[in-house]
């Protein structure tokens, strides 16, 4: 039950992020030169012979679907069913760099992979004559791992449901399933995923040990996150900060990232307080020098969340300032696969502190700055960048106007920094779908808004007679049809 985890190296999720910076039109060119590069790099060392040609291929290559020379028709985006829209960032721009083609390279390479797939073979047939089940298995087990390694999701799926059926251990069985929601991840296959998160946790549930448990917590967080539940995602991102293990799914770097901005866009106020506010793991990283000593030598705790004393006004510049931080100095005694390389967090600080503290100007130059290096930069954040931006923007101006009865039009715009027309723009957008229950008024020659607090009592009473009118509706048609029956029988 407390084994170390197995399969949990293959596949490589850092070269999906790779290929995504490729078609990413918000990547700079030195990043995407950096991606092809470590892209050619893993696919020469680790003999990546499926994963080159499903990406390079002149013909079938996923890249050429968006690039140059590709045989789909010019400006027709890929199919959705595809699995490539999981991995590249747009499906009708063009790719400005591309891993070239080498008939050559893909030939070596396959040679290689049948190579070493008659070697497994040899090996399996050994076991079979010679040795026992658990040979026979390890046998198999390598056999997967070599699929997962080259790349070929479907058949390092096939066989590692092929290792699962034959295995009795609970704890191999979820490593396998854990290994097959990476390839889903990789490929970015959110049904696979769905299926098989289901499908740990039922394993899990059945007597799983205390570790695979809370690497489960972080492989259904990433999950939430990519399908835009940030309201679930956030507590099982957050706790999983203080047990992480799982370096195969994400970097700790990453793993703060995703916490951060899963916590600011969906946890009410005083969760927001205690646990990204005050979280020691997460001010051992946002914050500033003092509050960062305390939280890494364990002498700073998370507050009670409560929402009286705020914060000094002055703290969201020093957060601004916050230096990159390489986080390889924070894990536990688990080894770490490689150094993380330092990530710049300031935007991040500055936007849990100027929204916490009410410095709604500073916060929307942060949110700006947190668009730009992380929601356009991650393969995972990319997809929901807009919806974040707008909800983030929507809890700013909630967060205003909930306490106040009336507010100055103009004084609310001079609050953002920005002008009164985009915020008049802005706010009839979230008005007029229900989001924001308040009204403007700029007919009496000074903007202003006012807000219309909901009455919690008449809200309830509306409901119930709401509802009961839909069971009364509901009976009268369940006794029409008694009674078309009962006059059939007659």
Not at 129 to 148: M, Q, S
Not at 319 to 331: D, E, I, K, Y
Not at 419 to 447: E, H, N, Q
Request: glycine content about 8%; charged content about 25%; hydrophobic content about 40%.
């Amino acid at each position: 039950m407390g084994s170390d985890p197995q399969y949990a190296k293959w596949p490589l999720l850092p070269l999906a992020q790779q290929v995504f910076t490729l078609t990413n039109p918000y990547a700079n060119r030195t990043a995407q030169q950096t991606a092809v590069k470590n892209l050619q790099d893993a696919i020469s060392e680790h003999k990546m012979a499926p994963l080159y040609r499903y990406l390079a291929h002149p013909l079938e290559g996923i890249l050429n679907a968006v690039g140059e020379g590709g045989s789909h028709v010019p400006g027709k985006p890929v199919s959705r069913k595809s699995s490539a829209v999981g991995m590249i960032a747009t499906r009708g721009q063009t790719a400005t760099i591309t891993i070239p083609w080498d008939e050559g390279l893909y030939q070596s390479l396959q040679a290689d992979n049948d190579k070493e797939l008659e070697g497994f073979q040899k090996e399996e047939d050994e076991a079979v004559e010679k040795a026992g089940d658990t040979e026979i298995l390890a046998a198999k087990g390598k056999r997967a791992e070599f699929w997962a390694r080259v790349g070929d999701k479907d058949k390092a799926i096939a066989a590692y449901e092929d290792v699962f059926e034959k295995t009795g251990v609970l704890g191999t069985k979820i490593d396998l399933v854990l290994a097959i929601i990476r390839m889903g991840l990789f490929y970015g296959d959110k049904q696979l995923i769905k299926k098989h998160i289901e499908r740990a946790k039922t394993l899990v549930e059945g007597g799983g040990d205390w570790d695979r448990r809370n690497r489960l917590k972080a492989y259904e967080g990433l999950y939430l996150l990519t399908v835009r539940s940030h309201n679930l995602a956030a507590p099982l991102l957050l706790d999983s900060l203080s047990t992480f293990t799982s370096y195969e799914l994400c970097t700790y770097s990453n793993l703060v990232v995703y916490s951060v901005l899963a916590g600011s866009v969906s946890l009410k106020r005083v969760d927001f307080k205690s646990k990204v506010v005050d979280a020691p793991e997460i001010k051992a990283i946002l914050g500033d020098g003092e509050d960062k000593l305390l939280a890494l030598s364990g002498a700073l705790s998370a507050g009670p969340g409560a929402d009286g004393n705020n914060q000094d006004a002055n703290s969201a510049p020093t957060a601004a300032r916050t230096t990159a931080v390489n986080l390889t100095t924070l894990g536990s005694s688990t080894e770490q696969p490689e150094v993380e390389m330092a990530i710049d967090f300031s935007p991040l600080a500055q936007l849990v502190t100027s929204l916490y503290n009410g410095r709604y100007q500073h916060f929307f130059q942060a949110l700006a700055l947190v668009e730009e290096h992380f929601l356009t930069q991650d393969r995972y954040l990319h997809e929901h960048k807009n919806w974040f931006v707008r909800e983030m923007r929507l809890r700013a101006y909630q967060q205003l106007l909930q306490s106040y009865r009336v507010v100055g039009l103009d004084s609310m715009a001079n609050d953002f920094g920005v002008t009164v027309d985009f915020l008049d723009r802005d706010l009839a957008k979230f008005i007029a779908a229900g989001r924001i229950p308040c009204t403007i008024d700029r007919v009496s020659g000074r903007g202003v808004i006012e807000t219309n607090r909901p009455d919690d009592k008449n809200k309830q009473y509306q409901d119930v007679v709401r509802q009961g009118d839909q069971l009364i509706t509901k009976l009268q048609k369940y006794g029409q049809a008694v009674r078309l029956r009962g006059s059939e029988r007659a």
